[in-house]
């Protein structure tokens, strides 16, 4: 790579096109595709990804089980709002058995799902608003907080755990939607 003396530039040029940008970007990329291949499986370094990745699931999965105590306390506030509100629970709590099937192996009940007790006590529950539109608009951004979580972990999920999440943060998406916009007539 030859990189012109100062005085050599053009007038009104940085010196930084976006042709030179791309190919930056491109050989980043295609590096950083190259050092995360697939090992042997065997090794340490293979030990320690295993368990970040285990690390990013049961972070990734507390990220969608505070969303699902919300719903919770949102349906225990607002019980007219549960044919609304029950499929996008169960959308919700199936993510967080896809995130961390560990959920379904505990003999502890109130880890799979959150009961009512588990709801009762947890922290906001109380903060849910008297009025349902008013709590549907704090659920709807909880979703988009959930979603930006999920999508933020992409950057050190391995490929099949990004690909849930992808999966996961747009579904979240397409709930704080739905929960904004709210059924057409």
Do not use: F, N, W
Request: proline share 7%; hydrophobic share 40%.
């Amino acid at each position: 790579m030859i990189i012109s003396k100062p005085e050599e530039r053009h007038v009104g040029r940085t010196g930084t096109t976006r042709r030179r940008v791309l190919t930056v970007a491109s050989a980043t990329a295609a590096g950083l595709l190259t050092a995360c291949s697939p090992d042997s499986g065997d090794g340490p370094g293979s030990q320690a990804a295993a368990r970040a990745e285990k690390e990013l699931r049961i972070r990734s999965a507390g990220t969608s089980r505070k969303l699902l105590v919300q719903y919770d306390a949102v349906l225990e506030r607002h019980p007219g709002q549960k044919t609304r509100l029950a499929p996008l629970r169960a959308a919700v709590a199936r993510q967080v058995a896809a995130l961390d099937p560990g959920t379904r192996k505990s003999t502890s009940p109130a880890s799979a799902a959150p009961s009512a007790s588990v709801t009762a006590a947890a922290p906001g529950s109380s903060a849910v608003a008297a009025d349902p539109a008013q709590a549907l608009k704090a659920l709807s951004a909880a979703e988009r907080r959930t979603a930006d979580a999920h999508t933020a972990a992409l950057m050190e999920a391995p490929p099949e755990l990004a690909r849930l999440l992808a999966s996961v943060a747009a579904a979240s998406a397409a709930h704080a939607y739905l929960l904004t916009e709210g059924p057409r007539s």
